[in-house]
């Protein structure tokens, strides 16, 4: 059973050995954050979503309030999609639509593969990258959390310059200056904190989307920021020939964690997947 709190308007709680809370009303949502960061990700979205939507935003393993609890065995993509559909389970959610960014984005989209999701938004999702484009991806992470960590003591005072938050944050925020210092400082220290980063990063390394089969494609919005500095290359034209059938949309100034670069346009993709009716056909 879910372990649950009340806290005004917020429901919080474990469900899945997973961290979550949940606002507003309406058909579910559940939002899923990429490698380093946690369900704050989204705060900038939230408010334009709950209007019509309930919100269900999850810490994975290792991140913001989750514990890993992985039992030191594989931690990648397909085991992490496994947690989340026992919270799915826990929380009595059949098929709610789902968001991802990034890491989170593939999950969204093997949760579709399971039929657990009515709709997905995969914002920048990894998995079609090739060789060479992940080993760039691995240590573009590993350098800058190695950075984030070697000045953590400085971290208080270093963000209040905005020349340090547009160098350290710009690798993933195309407009990094439109987060306050204080959310840069939580920001850069969930991602320097957080134990899920050592523990998923080696094996979500390994992932590859595959196949589009099985999934109903039509259900599908992809989403890739034009000013991704971290999945560069030919990614969005391979997930454009493997889901064919699925929406392809460019963020037009967006880096490669676009809820913060353009909430209004995120919230705008949610909010229209919610309005779409599944075809109910799987390619």
Known sequence: MPNIFQEGAMTTGHAGQLAFERRGEGPPVVLLHGIGHDRHGWDPVTDRLTPHHELVLADLPGHGGSPLSHGGGPLGVIELTDRVERLLDELHLDSPLIAGNSLGGAIALELARRGRARGVVALAPIGFWSRLEVAYVVAALRGSRGLA???????????????????????????????????????????????????????????????????????????????????????????????????????????????????????????????????????
């Open 149 to 283: 960590r070697l000045l953590a003591p400085l971290l208080p005072a270093l963000v209040r310059r905005s020349v340090v938050r547009a160098t350290m944050m710009g690798l993933y925020f195309a407009h990094p200056l439109r987060l306050s210092a204080d959310e840069t400082l939580r920001t850069m220290r969930a991602f320097a904190d957080a134990p899920g980063v050592r523990a998923i990063l080696p094996y979500s390394r390994h992932y590859l989307f595959g196949s589009g089969r099985g999934i109903d494609q039509e259900a599908i919005t992809i989403a890739w920021g034009t000013r991704d500095l971290l999945l560069i290359g030919g990614q969005a034209r391979r997930a454009r020939r493997l889901l064919p059938a699925a929406r392809h949309v460019r963020l037009a100034g967006s880096g490669h964690v676009p809820m913060s670069d353009d909430p209004a346009g995120v919230a705008g993709l949610i909010l229209a997947q919610g309005r779409r009716k599944p075809s109910g056909r799987s390619s």
